[in-house]
């Protein structure tokens, strides 16, 4: 079965600077996608950045990007000049091939809590 | 707008009763999901479906049960057999031939049991 592991449960960055949220996953797949969704305190799961699989050009949506180390199975995102806004609930997920029921899983790990210093 | 609804948004349930929290998307998905959020735990799906009347068990269903009776609803029923069942759920929704194969959310339904 597919992991995500995220192990850091929580990480500060100062206001301007760049900060790394790490993400893993191991599965024996070849086709999947990966995402990495902000939970601020509303607690709505906002998407913020998705790779595909297949691609090995790395994913960027403005301030965000990502490190998708496919061979190492590490997928980081990388927020750069940070915002009091980016402060939130980070969550890395998996969507798994398609399943013998004809859909796909969508596999969430841990998640970092990110805080954003003034 | 499309999207998905969730609803209620707060639930307080008695021990030993059964509650049925609402999800409504009009995206034109096929596949529903639902997940459970413990502090600590991320999210942990319940169940899954991808067509009307039918679904799977995810990693945590045991006290819980589902319907997909239309492509639009999926209702969850938590019944008194979940021995735990005080958290967040999210609702959400994906289908793979539009939007990168993003799941979309729900705005989540807080359950609380006095």
């Known amino acids: 079965a597919q992991t995500v592991t995220q192990s850091q449960p929580e990480m500060s960055v100062q206001e301007a600077e760049t900060v790394t949220l790490s993400c893993t996953y191991d599965t024996s797949e070849s086709d999947y996608y990966l995402f990495w969704y902000k939970q601020p305190p509303s607690r709505q799961m906002i998407l913020v950045i998705r790779?595909?699989?297949?691609?090995?050009q790395n994913a960027t949506e403005n301030r965000f990007s990502v490190n998708f180390q496919k061979a190492a199975k590490s997928f980081s995102l990388k927020i750069s000049d940070s915002q009091l806004g980016d402060a939130a609930m980070y969550f890395c997920a998996y969507r798994s091939a398609r399943t013998t029921s004809g859909t796909y899983k969508y596999i969430f790990g841990t998640g970092t809590r990110l805080k954003v210093l003034a | 707008d499309g999207g998905i609804t969730q609803s209620p948004k707060y639930l307080f349930r008695k021990e030993g009763q059964n509650v049925t929290l609402s999800c409504e998307q009009n995206l034109n998905h096929d596949a529903m999901y639902w997940y459970r959020q413990d502090p600590g735990q991320g999210l942990r799906l319940i169940y899954y479906s991808q067509i009307v009347n039918d679904f799977q068990k995810g990693d945590i269903a045991e006290g819980y049960s589902v319907s997909r009776e239309k492509k639009e609803s999926f209702p969850l029923t938590v019944t008194s057999a979940q021995k735990n069942p005080t958290a967040f759920y999210l609702c959400?929704?994906?289908?793979?031939?539009?939007?990168?194969?993003?799941?979309?959310f729900g705005e989540g339904s807080w359950l609380t049991v006095v």
């Open positions: 959400a929704s994906s289908t793979p031939r539009a939007s990168g194969n993003t799941i979309y």
């Open positions: 790779q595909e699989a297949y691609k090995q």
